[in-house]
């Protein structure tokens, strides 16, 4: 997906976020310290920075549960995780077909009634939740790893290997990502590891890009400097001192790319390219049984308000991340 | 400026060849063996070679795309061995149909985002103002054959105001056809909506902080005609920038909404070529699909140009 946020660029709230992320001059400073101290002091100062990081942390985490942004999100999505993980348990069987009672509208017996197959519309709703919560933070996970060490290398070395690296990427975001998608699910057929590679691999230019700017925000800061001449090699710079110290840009990217990727993977079930029936999947469900929208609507509408109810949910922890992050 | 234009339409060949190799990678080898798939399972295998070698399916991978390429360039697109027609009329019928389509939505995003992201913006931190960001936001992020299938179920099997399928029947006059794509650019427009009514709504505060609006409000100018003169003005210069950078999710969207509608748009045909392994067609739209895109991103970049003499006088 050609990235959104680059185009919002000129809001004032957003281009802070983008600069304070990751910055933070005292914690740097500790850690600066804790690099270049002397043997004896380095251990002493290094529990200083660990204490500040940890104090960091516990201010970061009281300010999330006061967003009411955040808490709201994040109490849509657990209630998706956790129908993900037990409906079984509360529910009827999302796959149990009953021939006598066809597209039965809801009712006592069936809360939002049945499908053309008679099965129960709740059960397979809320089993609807499990193939998405699998695909899209596997995914995400995915072209952050991909898009991370693409970035971080990217960023740090600069010169010919970076310009390589971005030209390409350049011509992979060239194309609209659901028309690439396509290309490379009709290739590889159908099946939940090809969606979550697939999907993985689209999203890592757009995360290699956000990690590289992040790394090159930071590859000139003394840390790093001391690291290098203290003749650490490069992939410990990367990975121990640099990597620490992007770790809010990496989330906030994190929670952005999956809100795009439950969207992706629901865009794509629905367009034929995901998960085979019967999977109770949101976007087959709604592809399959929008024929009956006419006569048996509690088909449709019930999957179609999960769905959008998870992906609003999700780009509200986004929104309160982003806000924390920025103060 | 011109050198500009120029050099970014440079940049776009080597890109657009590259992209052409991705495509035509990608969808080569999706079918396997063409004659196989062309004949099915009946046909003996030396038909198959037979008509591998017509075709010139035979023939290494790097041949077919120096092939491929030359006949595309030059117009000759082939034939679709699955719906046996030419295939550049067919995709050219269909990319007009999107382009309805596309305009139409487009015709409704740029008022009503303004004008929300206006309001929300003359309002800022009201109630209105939240109301506005996070219904618009929300549309934005919810997919849109979400959207699409329950604004379908409201509009047209409940409340009965507007047709379920997005084509008038034969015969119809030109303003039907308007009439039957209201319902599935809906969802097209609630794709941009967010982030375009966002964009009016920061120009409008940016505008409201400046010194002369504080001189027009001051010497008694009346306040339509601050906001009318001044304040739309300005906001709109943001809006349109974003506007064309959004042209990607457009193409995304046109391909779910024009499945969800059966719309016979090149989405649609993108769609189906590659559920029916429609090489020749699937190639030829994609790559279509693929030059629109760079062209309306060179657009939009020219018209940021234009609007910023800092980019305009650097170029």
Redesign the interface.
Known sequence: ??D?G???G???DLQAEGMQLGADPEMLELRAEAATGPAGQETQANAAALLEQRRQRRYLVRALLRSPTFMTGLIVVLFWVFMALFSQFVTQSPTAVDAMHTLAPPSAAHWFGTDDLGRDVLARTMAGARSVLVIAPLATLLALLWGGIIGLVAGFYRGITDEIIMRLI??LL???????S???L??LGKGTAIIIIAIGALFTPVVSRTIRSAVIGEREREYVMAARLRGERSAFVMAREILPNITQPIIVEGTIRL?YAV?TA??LS????GLAPPSPDW?LT??TE?IF??IA?WT??FP?AA??SL??GV?LITDGLGRVFSK | MLRLIGRRLLLMVPTLILASILIFALAEVLPGDVGRSILGPYATQEQVALLNHKLGADKPLYQRYAVWAGNFVTGDWGESPVLKVPVRPTVMKALGNSMVLAGFALLLIVPISIVLGVFSGLRRDSALDRAITVSTLSMTVIPEFVSGVVLLYIFAVWLKWLPVTAMPPQGSNFFDRFYYLILPAIPLMFLELGYIARMARVGTVQVLAMPYIRTAVLKGLPRRRVIFGHVLRNAMVPTVTVIGSQVGWLIGGLVVIETLFVYPGIGKLMVDAAQTHDVPMLEAAVLVVAVIYMVANLIADIIVALLNPRIRMGG
């Open positions: 997906m050609d959104r680059s185009t919002l000129p809001d004032p350049d011509v060239a194309l609209p990502i659901i028309i690439t396509i290309l490379i009709s290739l809100g969207f629901a865009t629905f367009l034929g390219f976007g709604i592809a929008r929208l006419q609507p449709v509408l179609a769905l959008a992906v609003v780009n």
